[in-house]
Structure formats: C-alpha cells, structure tokens
C-alpha cells in the first residue's frame, strides 16, 4: 500500500501576490504534541473501512538550528478484513539561516523495515540553489534549484505571508522523504482566526494566538502534472502549532487531532 507522507506539515517560500506591507518574523514556540489519527472520510470507491493511530512530533530550539522528530503508525482496516500497518520515522536538523538540512527518515511496513533514506543538504546562500547528498538507500546526489526551501524556513515564510494576509503561494522543498525529496507546493490560506477567549482548557499555546486554515497540494518537482500526489488541509497557529491536519489520499482521508501539547524550554546558547 503506498500512502505519501511529507516531513513538512505546513510552509512555503514564494508568494504570488505581495503584501501591502512587510510581515513581522514569525516566532516559532518550540514544543512537543500528540495527535490522534483516525479516519475522517472513506468514499464509496474506497477500500478503506477504518484508520486508526497516533502522530508525535516534536519541534525543538538546539541553538544554532532547529531540531524536528516526527514519528507515525497507522493502522488501516480494510472492507475484506485485512489489517495494514504503516509508520514512519523522521529525524532532521536544520540550521537557523535555512542553508544546512540534515535527515533520517525511515519507513515500516507491518512492522518490517520499509525504506531508509538518509542525507544531508546545502543551499550556497539565500534564495540560491545547491545540493543534496544521500547516504541511504544508496549515495547519490540531487541538485537543489535556486529558491528552493528546506522545511522549517518553508514553514516560517507561511506564517509571515498569511500574516502578512497573503492568500496563494508555491514553493519548491526538500525533505528527503523520498528518493529525490524535492517536491512543488501549493498553498492556499483561509481568513484570519482570532484567539479563542475564556476557554480554559486550551493550552496557552493555542489560546493566546491567532491561526489560519491552510490548504496544501503537494507536487512532483519536475513535470507539469494537472494533479498533487497528496493534498493536506490544517489549522496551524502563528507559534508553528498544528491544531488539526487532515491527510486526503482521494477516495479516503485521515484526520489527525491534537491530544496532548507541552511546551520545550531552549537550552541555554
């Protein structure tokens, strides 16, 4: 069973449309959640009868970069009775100038190792290209095209542009989730959200900021392909928190929702 999955949950570098005015830098709180997964809609060409799972990821401050860890299992349930387990791994670093990115992403299927990549990439300044070399699954090396964006740089122009109050934006990423790890992204943000008050069993991580519905389709880089290999819809907040992240795969999707989220004090620099 093949089920895309992108490292990046939100992001993009390019906006179509200039702001009025320049966005404020974003301001990433560096923290830790929990989210369950389950399934949100199966179509009636679907297979899938049932999804269920949990998503931890955690986005940490390690000084000079940004640390993410990101670890999946889901388990789907098919019409005929069968049972299909996927997960997947992730652990990257990236520094705080956007131009170094570290990976190790390792994929499992029914609990059996699936595929490992692993690698490290580099940009030769800002908005220039550069390279990304893999160790795993074999070495090889991918030529990065100018203006490309690793993901936490991606996921901070997002948030500068939506609040900025941009609507439409593209980008081309790099990952390393798959063979190649560079992919085009479309992205379309919905109107403002103001805090929620008087609500207090949000976490002051949601409650105090201000958030957008974001709709992502992801695209193969290279190619004029009229459709995404995956689409994502979330709310995500102005700190980089991801309340809600809906995974359509076409005849069915998943919905991941946030459980438990704590905040990650920096270390001392």
């Keep these: 069973m093949k089920v895309k999955a992108r490292c990046c949950l939100a992001g993009l570098a390019m906006c179509l449309?200039?702001?009025?005015?320049?966005?404020?830098?974003?301001?990433?709180?560096?923290?830790?959640?929990?989210?369950?997964?389950?399934?949100?809609?199966?179509?009636?060409?679907?297979?899938?009868?049932?999804?269920?799972?949990?998503?931890?990821?955690?986005?940490?401050?390690?000084?000079?970069?940004?640390?993410?860890?990101q670890r999946t299992r889901m388990t789907f349930l098919y019409h005929t009775g069968a049972q299909f387990e996927l997960g997947w791994n992730l652990v990257s670093w990236e520094s705080k100038d956007g131009l170094r990115y570290r990976f190790f992403v390792r994929k499992l299927e029914n609990g059996e190792m699936g595929e490992e990549f692993r690698g490290e990439a580099r940009l030769d300044g800002a908005g220039k290209g550069g390279a990304a070399k893999y160790s795993l699954p074999a070495e090889r090396t991918v030529p990065l095209p100018p203006g490309t964006h690793f993901p936490t740089v991606h996921s901070l122009r997002l948030l500068e542009r939506a609040a900025a109050g941009d609507r439409l934006f593209w980008a081309l990423v790099f990952d390393g989730s798959d063979a190649d790890g560079l992919f085009g992204v479309s992205a379309a943000i919905a109107a403002r959200l103001e805090p929620e008050q008087g609500t207090t069993e949000r976490s002051p991580l949601l409650a105090a900021e201000p958030s957008w519905r974001v709709e992502i389709a992801f695209f193969a880089a290279e190619g004029e392909a009229a459709e995404p290999e995956h689409e994502q819809r979330l709310r995500v907040h102005a700190n980089g928190v991801v309340e809600e992240l809906i995974l359509d795969y076409g005849d069915f999707s998943v919905i991941a929702k946030l459980r438990e989220i704590a905040k990650l004090t920096p270390p001392p620099c």
Excluded: K
């Design 17 to 69: 449309w200039a702001a009025a005015e320049p966005a404020a830098a974003a301001e990433i709180a560096p923290h830790r959640a929990v989210y369950d997964m389950s399934l949100l809609h199966g179509g009636a060409n679907s297979d899938v009868a049932d999804v269920s799972g949990t998503m931890q990821f955690e986005w940490a401050d390690s000084c000079d970069g940004w640390a993410v860890t």
